[in-house]
């Protein structure tokens, strides 16, 4: 794996959650992996040549997943969506953020966005990078009010501000952040394409966008065992407690879809 370089003057750090070893950099435990990816990008067309053509459901024409409907699943599981975070993940959700941001530290961000923030997990593991503001974005209103309350119960509402939106739609002007991250939620954009665009633009020159995401495991015996917990164990585990199962049947069906580790750059 080649080494980490400037994207238009920034830093682009993709963490892809795996079962299997392989050619990767900085282990995250039994699950993680660390990418560290080489692009180019034409500083005109951020992102017009990683991967999105024109033809690609996850480039400019994917529509499959409206902002309403996913607005609608996270409003159902929100109250227990920390609860079975931890506990659908064994608790390794805790060590992967925890290790994605710690990733940033080297560029000491003073500014942060957290794009599809939910519960504000990942902002809150943010600010221990001393930042002196962060902003979380979300289209879930009830996940933002569970974040706010978690915000204010660690007494960092004067660091850390959240609010309705989208990726594909910031309302920052160019080059506000010193660091933009999204954990998990990525896979949600009804355009990836844009989304990731509206991440670099509003990321200041020298700045990293760090994505914490799954990705799918390739060696036997980890891919047939992850293929039955996210299709059988997960939906029925997950649907049982949120009591939401079209939620936990969904979540797992765009981690299937969605381009992971190389695929994705």
């Known amino acids: 794996m080649q080494p980490l370089v400037p994207i238009c003057q920034r830093d682009f750090v993709t963490v892809n959650s795996v079962l299997q070893a392989g050619n990767r950099v900085g282990n995250l435990g039994s699950l993680q992996y660390i990418f560290r990816l080489e692009a180019e990008v034409d500083t005109q067309q951020q992102f017009g040549r990683i991967g999105m053509s024109a033809g690609d459901p996850y480039g400019s024409e994917r529509r499959t997943y409206e902002h309403s409907y996913v607005r609608s699943l996270f409003d159902r599981i929100a109250p227990r969506y920390d609860f079975l975070n931890h506990f659908l993940s064994a608790g390794f959700d805790i060590r992967w953020r925890k290790k994605a941001v710690a990733l940033l530290r080297e560029y000491e961000p003073k500014t942060v966005l957290d794009v599809a923030t939910g519960t504000a997990d990942l902002a809150l593991e943010a600010a221990k990078l001393n930042a002196v503001r962060i902003y979380g974005v979300?289209?879930?209103?009830a996940m933002l009010e569970f974040a706010r309350h978690k915000i204010e119960r660690h007494g960092l509402s004067h660091t850390i501000t959240v609010e309705e939106g989208t990726a594909e739609h910031l309302r920052f002007p160019?080059?506000?952040?010193?660091?933009?991250?999204?954990?998990?939620?990525?896979?949600?954009?009804?355009n990836l394409q844009q989304g990731l665009s509206e991440m670099f633009r509003v990321l200041r020159p020298g700045g990293a966008v760090m994505i914490l995401e799954f990705s799918k495991p390739r060696r036997a015996p980890f891919k047939q065992a992850y293929s039955f917990y996210f299709t059988h164990a997960l939906p029925l585990l997950g649907g049982a407690i949120s009591k939401s199962r079209e939620a936990y049947q969904y979540l797992p069906s765009t981690v299937e879809s969605f381009p992971d580790g190389e695929h994705l750059v």
């Open 138 to 141: 979300d289209i879930s209103p």
């Open 174 to 190: 160019d080059d506000t952040f010193d660091a933009v991250m999204v954990a998990f939620g990525i896979r949600n954009f009804s």
